[in-house]
């Protein structure tokens, strides 16, 4: 009887269920920022490649 009235009280209990339900959330938003930030490295390699390129000319050019 004492094993059937603990496991309703376990099942009732609901003290977890914030902790669940906010890491579930974290690990949405962990998620959509990767594949976020994956989506957008190309992007920001090609500008840095672009300024890398700029100050390459401007020193050739300054350089003559």
């Keep these: 009887m004492l094993i059937k009235v603990s496991l309703y009280n376990l099942w009732r ?3 977890g269920q914030d902790f ?3 890491s579930l959330l974290l690990a949405f938003l962990a998620l ?3 594949s976020l930030l994956n989506g ?3 992007s ?3 500008i ?3 300024i890398s390129n ?3 000319g401007a020193s050739a050019s300054s350089g003559s």
């Design 44 to 46: 920001i390699s090609g």
């Design 32 to 34: 959509v920022t990767i």
């Design 40 to 42: 957008s490295a190309t």
């Design 54 to 56: 700029a100050f390459a």
């Design 48 to 50: 840095w490649q672009g």
């Design 20 to 22: 669940v339900e906010y």
């Design 13 to 15: 209990d609901e003290d």
